[in-house]
């Protein structure tokens, strides 16, 4: 996969944080908001999924086992 470079603009409190976690990893800060990037993209990918998923098929589940649940919470 080919890397991208791009700047964005980042508060000083934010880039403190970030070159302080990057120095504890040993990695240059640019580097590790790639990896805080891919993160957040990933898991932005997969909360779409499972809502996705759960409205397509939340009502099946609640068919087949029922809404009513000794805690009130649904199936």
């Known amino acids: 996969m080919a890397k ?3 700047e964005v603009p980042v508060e000083d409190a ?3 944080a970030l070159a302080e ?3 504890r990893a040993g990695i240059p800060v640019q580097e590790l908001a790639g990896q805080v990037l ?3 993209a990933g898991r932005r990918r997969f909360m779409a999924a499972a809502e ?3 409205t397509e098929w939340g009502p099946v589940f609640d ?3 029922g809404t ?3 805690d009130g919470a649904a199936a």
Do not use: K, N
């Open 4 to 6: 991208r470079s791009i």
């Open 52 to 54: 996705r998923y759960a």
């Open 63 to 65: 068919e087949a086992f």
């Open 38 to 40: 891919a993160h957040e």
């Open 68 to 70: 009513d649940r000794p």
């Open 21 to 23: 976690e990057a120095d």
């Open 14 to 16: 934010a880039y403190d």
